[in-house]
């Protein structure tokens, strides 16, 4: 997995400034072009050009991580399509989780809610101060084969992080035990027969990837699993649906950006590079180490 273009989104308030310094990052890590947007659902009264404000702060990145840095212009439409536009064909997108403003906002959703769902790329929200690379991501995986493209991608995304998968098991009469060997039989014996190779990340990471299982609610174990292990990353893959979808079913997603104290990748589940039909390579090293 090689990230060459990153779009990052601010509206110059204190949370859209850490995505730009965590996108600035990542960019210099991966050594990617960097695409900064300015775009806030109500004007500030504080930046009466913020054009040329984001100019200037694309400057002050480039200078600083010694990497290209190019402020896009905001061609006049909602934050979202404007975010949209500029990420159609990056490597990932990059913005602050901002509320929903006004009467619009609330019956289309926010911003972030209008982004996953049409996004073209992996979107990483930024919820947390910027000290440095990530250290543990935690990934939620379901050995799927979006979640083997997934464990790629985030394992990818910052090479020297130690890597956990965590499964939520949807047993909830049931010890997490008793559901890790219900599982793990499962596991293998789908896989029973197969050949898959090992991806790079478990390759490469070797003891420094992390297995877990809980039993219940996704969005509320992977909250207790990531304060559990201090992870500065969550990553899940994101399903699809439209505003009415989200409407009447809720958006786990958003659950999970409620209760994780951390930065959170969502990764689409149509995203390219996930095959559909295969058995997740995933799947074959959770049975294996377990």
């Known amino acids: 997995m090689r990230i060459q273009s990153i779009v990052a989104l601010t509206d110059f308030s204190t949370a859209g400034e850490l995505a730009l310094d965590r996108a600035a990052l990542l960019a210099a890590a991966h050594q990617a072009r960097l695409h900064i947007l300015f775009g806030a659902e109500t004007p500030h009264p504080r930046f009466t050009d913020p054009q040329a404000r984001l100019e200037q702060r694309a400057r ?91 464990v790629r991608y985030a394992g990818g995304l910052e090479a020297a992080a130690a890597v956990e998968l965590f499964h939520a098991a949807d047993r909830r009469c049931e010890s997490t035990a008793q559901a890790l060997r219900d599982y793990r039989h499962e596991v293998r014996r789908q896989t029973q027969g197969r050949r898959v190779r090992l991806s790079d990340v478990f390759e490469a990471r070797r003891n420094r990837v992390g297995m877990a299982v809980g039993a219940g609610d996704r ?72």
């Not at 972030?112 to 101060?129: F, G, M």
């Open 60 to 150: 002050q990145l480039a200078r600083r991580h010694g990497l290209p840095v190019q402020a896009l212009e905001h061609r006049g439409g909602s934050v979202a399509g404007e975010a949209l536009r500029a990420a159609a064909g990056a490597d990932l997108l990059v913005m602050d989780r901002r509320p929903p403003a006004g009467m619009a906002g609330l019956l289309g959703g926010s911003t972030l809610a209008r982004v996953l769902r049409a996004s073209s790329c992996p979107v990483l929200v930024v919820q947390q101060p910027v000290h440095g690379a990530y250290a543990h991501v935690l990934v939620a995986v379901d050995f799927s084969a979006a979640s083997d493209a997934l």
């Open 219 to 290: 969005a509320r174990q992977l909250a207790v699993q990531q304060e559990s292990a201090g992870a500065d990353l969550v990553a899940l893959a994101h399903r699809r649906r439209g505003l009415l979808g989200d409407l009447l079913r809720g958006s786990a997603t958003r659950r999970v950006l409620d209760g994780v104290g951390c930065d959170v990748l969502v990764y689409p589940q149509d995203y390219p590079g996930t095959q559909a039909g295969a058995q997740s390579a995933v799947a074959r090293r959770w049975t294996e180490a377990t």
